[in-house]
């Protein structure tokens, strides 16, 4: 009991030093988001992503480009699991309809995904059409 009264006080007398008390005065804060609104305006959602129908894949724009991702790509990807082979990995794709993993992204001849690839999103990125451009891009492959 006095340990945890004693836990508790050194936690106030930091909360007090750090000056973070709750300011209960909401300021405008000067930031600005993507959409460039004020965080402080009430304004209507984006547009939903409309990605690719399903099966179709996005033309590459160059040799050897990580292809871009014709669907959502919120699928977990954690130590335990990772989301995007339950569809790409070489036994479950024919099933799934999707591309089979690269050949480059294996270790083995039985597709074992080589770890050096295992976070997907790091070179795949998902692509959709937007109503609102939210970044301008000015990419070209000239
Ligand atoms: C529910 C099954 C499913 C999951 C999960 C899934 N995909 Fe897909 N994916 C597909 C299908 C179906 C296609 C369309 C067919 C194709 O082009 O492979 C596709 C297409 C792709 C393509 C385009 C391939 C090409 O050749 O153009 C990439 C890249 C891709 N997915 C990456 C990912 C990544 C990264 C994840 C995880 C974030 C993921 N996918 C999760 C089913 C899935
Ligand atoms: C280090 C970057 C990198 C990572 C990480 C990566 N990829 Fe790729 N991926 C590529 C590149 C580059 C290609 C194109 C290969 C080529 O044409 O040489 C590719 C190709 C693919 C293809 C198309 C294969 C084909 O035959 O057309 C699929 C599907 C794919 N990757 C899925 C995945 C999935 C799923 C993961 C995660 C398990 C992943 N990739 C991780 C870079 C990466």
Redesign the pocket.
């Known amino acids: 009991m006095k340990k945890l009264f004693t836990a508790a006080a050194l936690i106030m007398a930091l909360a007090a030093c750090s000056g973070q008390q709750t300011n209960t005065q909401a300021d405008p804060v000067n930031v600005s988001s993507l959409g460039q609104s004020a965080i402080t305006d009430i304004r209507a959602a984006d547009a939903m992503p409309i990605y690719p129908k399903r099966g179709a894949s996005i033309e590459?724009d160059f040799?050897?480009?990580?292809?871009m991702i014709p669907h959502k790509a919120d699928y977990k990807?954690t130590m335990k699991r990772?989301g995007?082979?339950s569809c790409?990995s070489w036994d479950k794709a024919k099933k799934r309809k999707?591309?089979?993993?690269?050949?480059?992204?294996v270790k083995d001849d039985k597709g074992s995904?080589n770890n050096?690839?295992?976070?997907?999103t790091?070179?795949?990125a998902p692509m959709a059409e937007n109503k609102l451009q939210l970044v301008e891009n000015t990419f070209s492959n000239k």
């Open positions: 590459r040799v050897h480009q990580p292809p990807i990772n995007c082979m790409h999707a591309t089979p993993i690269d050949i480059s992204h995904l050096q690839y295992y976070s997907c790091q070179c795949h």
